[in-house]
């Protein structure tokens, strides 16, 4: 397990005000093979995420600015990167509610910290299956190439116009490569709405994407429909 999870040597930020277990929970990391810095507030998380180019980041919920997941949220519009949840206890409603908001992985203090580097390379595993060339605001895919910032979509050198939804459902199926996402994430990720079963915006979102794509010589395969469950890019 020792020499698996050593060559990974990617960079994690742990944001966590107890200082007792943030320490610890780093000192593993970084025995593991992994380079892990570890904060105490978001301001200092915002500022070292950019300077570290980190990897994944560990952030507590017992935060201030973790409340009503304000902090998840407004990480989530700026990146890209995993984002695990460290809880003090398991609660059923914030949990899910972490997974909605964008969350890759919910974890408590009561798991021990052989498991949270289990979880921590399962996780860095599928996310070095995705867009090699992608960092906050752009994202390349071979001849796939997304700007954030400039909400613009290029297909073999070709300006494809999309609305700023489609932007947001192509952002998010392709920085989650090769992942079946379900209906009821993309809902609440895209449209901010919960999921009705009689919906069918997001078809209609994603049929045009396709259709501006594969005009473009995109193969139409790609953007895949997993019928009654999501949709995937491939």
Not at 22 to 34: P, S, T
Not at 58 to 77: A, F, I, Y
Not at 83 to 101: D, K, M, P, W
């Amino acid at each position: 397990m020792n020499a698996q999870v050593a060559q990974y040597g990617h960079t994690l930020l742990v944001v966590e005000p107890d200082k007792k277990y943030g320490k610890a929970l780093v000192d593993q990391l970084q025995r593991k093979g992994f380079l892990a810095r570890w904060c105490v507030s978001s301001g200092e998380a915002l500022a070292l995420e950019e300077q570290l180019a980190t990897e994944l980041m560990m952030l507590s919920s017992s935060l201030p600015e973790m409340k009503g997941h304000c902090l998840l949220k407004n990480l989530r519009q700026k990146t890209s990167i995993p984002i695990v949840l460290l809880a003090e206890e398991y609660c059923q409603r914030t949990c899910i509610n972490s997974f909605i908001y964008g969350a890759d992985d919910y974890i408590t203090r009561q798991q021990p910290f052989s498991e949270i580097v289990c979880r921590t390379a399962a996780i860095l595993r599928r996310t070095a299956q995705q867009p090699a060339s992608s960092h906050h605001s752009l994202m390349i895919v071979d001849q796939l190439v997304m700007d954030k910032k400039q909400q613009e979509v290029i297909y073999d050198g070709q300006i494809i116009s999309v609305t700023p939804i489609q932007f947001k459902l192509l952002w998010t199926l392709v920085a989650q490569q090769h992942q079946i996402l379900s209906k009821d994430y993309l809902y609440q990720r895209v449209l901010s709405r919960e999921f009705q079963k009689y919906d069918r915006s997001l078809d209609m979102h994603l049929s045009r994407v396709r259709k501006k794509l594969v005009a473009a010589g995109m193969n139409a395969e790609r953007l895949q429909t997993a019928h009654g469950i999501g949709y995937c890019f491939s």
